[in-house]
Nanobody
């Protein structure tokens, strides 16, 4: 089975930085788009950043200029570099990936979610 595991979250002061990682494992044929979502207490889950298999990126307005999404296809791993963190960035961050597996010689495409990693920005 395919599994996504996030790491790198923690407690950081305002203005600090964190680097989140999302490692995919299992019987992976290919990974299409990857994205990072976050969910703060009392708020809906929102898409923070996304990256296509070709490296095109997009960000929600509130993180533009501060966050950078990237990926290492050889390692099946995605990253989210977060700089100049603000208290409003506090949330559980989830990795999502559109992954193709092979099932009886047929491609199967599914979206997978990681378990989430807590990011807390506070003095």
């Amino acid at each position: 089975q395919v599994q996504l595991v996030e790491s790198g979250g923690g407690l950081v002061q305002p203005g600090g930085s964190l680097r989140l990682s999302c490692a995919a494992s299992g019987s992976i044929f290919s990974i299409n788009a990857m994205g990072w979502y976050r969910q703060a207490p009392g708020k809906q889950r929102e898409l923070v950043a996304a990256i296509t298999s070709g490296g095109s990126t997009d960000y929600t307005d509130s993180v533009k200029g501060r966050f950078t999404i990237s990926r290492d296809n050889a390692k099946n791993t995605g990253y989210l570099q977060m700089n100049n963190l603000k208290p409003e960035d506090t949330a559980v961050y989830f990795c999502n990936a559109d992954i193709v597996t092979m099932e009886l010689w047929r491609p199967r495409r599914d979206a997978y979610w990681g378990q989430g990693t807590q990011v807390t920005v506070s003095s």
